[in-house]
């Protein structure tokens, strides 16, 4: 026999009741059933769905797989050597000031690059070629090339080779600003050796100030990033390049879910210079700048945490020579707005020495503007292609001519610098920032020169050197 439903819902709502007075009783708060809704907090509305699903990244790879390279480099280490106190050669190097030799033990290590020019142009980060002797450059298809570098960029760590090759495959380029935080990205490298392997994420972050790397603003992202990796190309789901994978942040030393990129920009403009110019120039404006916090800023009367507070200013500097101050906060770089202090640096590095800009200060309670001229950041300069290699088979040294303002500052304007050093001229102590004035009695004028007088030298030669203002002759052993 079945149960009345009248008779059901009237015992519903008489234990409802029973309950409700029971609740009364012990001190509760019977709500009303007429605001029985009204009490209950709405519901949050639901995000958009994009109507995505998790993306197929094998279209990207099998385009743009080929112009990934896996570069090998093969140099020398420096360890410590020790002199015995009795050899006559513990005085020579004592009584200069120069540290004795140091004895170089074979090194190998790993990269990755990615080919921009069919003609064999390869971008990389500068620390995978920095101070290596051979660089092998390996495609997809297992043929190899001894790569030269074209030059080098230890500020941003880029680095351009160049292969004789043509007809290869090369990799579109992207808009780094148009990329979005959320958005997927793919890397292509050869973590710990393993060629052309696939690692996706997302873009976890944009602009990207870390302490060692003020002047790049870095894309984050969460892409396994492993040793290896170094110089790949991160991609976005149109298969452009976007970024040079450079570094990790790791408290392991391997990869933890935070990885950086050097936006492909940045790279390009630095390529275009290495290529034209065998060399960088960025601009500075010679001050010391801080986060503008709340406190500070209603210290100085800002309605806004913006800007870049100037702590210091650099003596005879760009700055100084304009008229700026400690104290004054930087809010515009011509018509770019600063929200935080780490956006300055990269934006006047990527200036041209010289650029004349306008900068919206606010000082004393009120905004000004200041016209300066940028100056430069005195980074070493890596030697063209042709100075660079002219004499590294015999002595190691990588060399130009002196600037302008190095001439006024030593005895012989003739002379060459030396850039890197490597093999001989390393186990002599010579170092970079010396300036070779004469080989063998011959004074030194120009790369060319010193190229024939090294022709002519036997097992050993003497180099005349300034450092500091003073002059020695090392003995170079070039076997």
């Known amino acids: 026999m079945q149960e009345n439903p009248l008779k059901r819902s009237l015992f519903a709502v008489t234990l409802v009741a029973a309950l409700g007075a029971g609740y009364a009783k012990f001190g509760g708060e019977v709500i009303p059933p007429g605001e029985a809704f009204a009490a209950t907090a709405?519901?949050?509305?639901?995000?958009?769905?994009?109507?995505?699903?998790l993306p197929d990244f094998t279209a990207i790879v099998e385009h743009s797989g080929p112009a990934v390279v896996n570069i090998s480099v093969s140099g020398l280490s420096k360890t410590a050597a020790t002199i015995d106190p009795n050899d006559p050669m513990f005085e020579f190097f004592r009584r200069f000031g120069m540290p004795p030799p140091r004895e170089r033990t074979p090194a190998r290590g790993q990269g990755s690059g990615f080919i921009v020019g069919a003609d064999g142009l390869i971008l990389t980060n500068a620390h995978v070629v920095?101070?290596?002797?051979?660089?092998?450059?390996?495609?997809?298809?297992?043929?190899?090339?001894?790569a030269r570098v074209v030059g080098l960029d230890k500020l941003t760590d880029v680095a351009v080779l160049r292969i004789d090759a043509t007809n290869l495959p090369v990799l579109r380029l992207g808009d780094p600003a148009r990329a979005r935080v959320g958005e997927w990205v793919v890397a292509i490298?050869?973590?710990?050796?393993?060629?052309?392997?696939?690692?996706?994420?997302?873009?976890?972050?944009?602009?990207?100030?870390?302490a060692s790397d003020s002047y790049v603003p870095f894309i984050q992202t969460d892409v396994a990033i492993n040793p290896g990796n170094s110089g790949g190309p991160l991609l976005n789901l149109d298969g452009e390049v976007i970024g040079i994978n450079s570094q990790i942040y790791s408290r392991s030393g391997g990869y933890q879910g935070v990885s950086f990129a050097i936006p492909i920009d940045v790279a390009m403009n630095i390529k275009e210079q290495l290529v034209q110019h065998g060399k960088v120039s960025h601009g500075r404006?010679?001050?010391?700048?801080?986060?503008?916090?709340?406190a500070l800023a209603e210290s100085?009367?800002?309605?806004?945490?913006?800007?870049?507070?100037?702590?210091?200013?650099?003596?005879?500097?760009?700055?100084a020579v304009a008229g700026l101050e400690a104290g004054d906060i930087i809010l515009k770089l011509n018509d770019t707005t600063i929200v935080r202090s780490s956006e300055l640096p990269p934006l006047v590095a990527a200036l041209k020495p010289g650029t004349q800009v306008?900068?919206?200060?606010?000082r004393k309670g009120m905004r000004r503007d200041i016209a300066l001229a940028v100056g430069e950041i005195a980074t070493p300069k890596l030697a063209s292609a042709v100075g660079g290699e002219a004499d590294k088979s015999r002595l190691g040294l990588a060399l130009r001519s002196l600037t302008p303002d190095e001439r006024r500052q030593v005895e012989n304007p003739n002379g060459l610098i030396v850039e890197s050093v490597s093999g001989p001229a390393a186990r002599a102590g010579i170092?970079?920032?010396?300036?070779?004035?004469?080989?063998?009695?011959?004074?030194?004028?120009?790369?060319?020169?010193?190229?024939?007088?090294?022709?002519?030298?036997?097992k050993n030669v003497a180099l005349l050197i300034e450092r500091d203002n003073a002059r020695i002759f090392v003995p170079v052993e070039l076997g």
Do not use: C, H, Y
Request: hydrophobic letters at 45%; proline letters at 5%.
């Open 130 to 146: 920095a101070d290596a002797d051979e660089v092998i450059v390996k495609l997809t298809d297992k043929r190899e090339f001894k």
């Open 189 to 210: 490298g050869a973590p710990f050796g393993f060629e052309n392997s696939v690692t996706a994420g997302i873009v976890s972050a944009k602009s990207r100030s870390l």
């Open 431 to 458: 170092q970079p920032g010396d300036v070779i004035v004469s080989l063998n009695g011959q004074t030194v004028q120009d790369v060319a020169q010193l190229r024939a007088l090294l022709d002519k030298a036997g």
């Open 42 to 53: 709405p519901a949050p509305a639901a995000l958009p769905r994009s109507g995505m699903v």
């Open 358 to 362: 306008k900068l919206q200060v606010w």
């Open 300 to 319: 100085f009367g800002l309605q806004a945490t913006a800007g870049a507070l100037i702590s210091s200013v650099e003596k005879g500097g760009p700055a």
């Open 285 to 294: 404006l010679g001050v010391t700048i801080q986060e503008v916090s709340q």
